[in-house]
């Protein structure tokens, strides 16, 4: 099956400080990515859709500053929390959908745990 | 667009039957999914509504009626246990909505 690599697995900083996170199609190209917030024990929260070659649409609630996304190429998206805090600390999990063909199955990444001091 | 799993946790002996309930608010016409995360895996996809396919024994039927989509499996195994997520997709598949999630347990 398709593959969904996310970079790095495991973050943790000072808070202030900005943290990029990857998240790459290995064998198959992404128009659209995913990317979604887990706090412990709860659902996957949905922060934003990013499509190649134009802005990312980021759901209610979620701030474009402070959560920076970008999706250069068609394997390729980045999140990036900008002058993180400790409330930022959470677990991202990427995903992304085949172009083609297009089931609606998403494929996910292994999630990165970002702990801010 | 909501989906709803009531159940946090949801524990069975090996053998016993499962049911994991989902339910849904949507308007339009669901796309319904369920995924599944094993200990220490990524999140996959289990089945979706639309291929109307059993996998790993388990099935799912869309009721339209009581908007609802229920996780089925007539014997649990041990292997069953995992943490099960009811997703909604809708905008042409441009959006996945998940469910809160329950915990299977399935004990020996």
């Known amino acids: 099956g398709a593959v969904v690599s996310q970079h790095p697995s495991r973050v943790i900083c000072k808070s202030g400080t900005s943290v990029k996170i990857e998240c790459r199609s290995l064998?198959?190209?992404?128009?659209?990515m995913f990317w979604y917030r887990q706090f412990p024990k709860q659902s996957l929260m949905l922060m934003a859709t990013?499509?190649?070659?134009?802005?990312?649409?980021?759901e209610q609630g979620v701030e474009k500053d402070k959560f920076l996304i970008n999706h250069a190429s068609l394997t390729l998206s980045t999140l990036t929390v900008t002058s993180a805090h400790p409330e930022d600390s959470s677990f991202y999990i990427c995903?992304?959908?085949?172009?083609?063909?297009?089931?609606?199955?998403?494929?996910f990444g292994e999630g990165s745990r970002l702990t801010v001091l | 667009q909501r989906v709803t799993q009531p159940e946090k946790l949801l524990s069975v002996f090996k053998g016993a039957p499962v049911e994991l309930k989902c339910n849904y608010s949507?308007?339009?016409?669901?796309?319904l999914f369920w995924y599944v995360q094993y200990s220490r895996q990524r999140l996959q996809l289990l089945l979706r509504?639309?291929s109307r396919e059993s996998i790993k024994g388990f099935t799912a039927d869309l009721n339209k009626g009581e908007t609802s989509f229920h996780l089925k499996k007539p014997f649990a195994q041990e292997e069953d246990s995992a943490m099960y997520y009811c997703?909604?997709?809708?905008?042409?598949?441009?959006?996945?909505?998940f469910g809160t999630g329950t915990r299977l347990l399935v004990s020996p």
């Open positions: 509504h639309i």
């Open positions: 064998d198959f190209q992404a128009t659209t």
């Open positions: 997703a909604l997709s809708f905008a042409g598949f441009q959006k996945l909505v």
């Open positions: 990013s499509n190649e070659g134009s802005k990312a649409t980021y």
């Open positions: 949507y308007s339009g016409s669901p796309e």
């Open positions: 995903s992304a959908r085949d172009r083609a063909p297009n089931t609606g199955e998403l494929f």
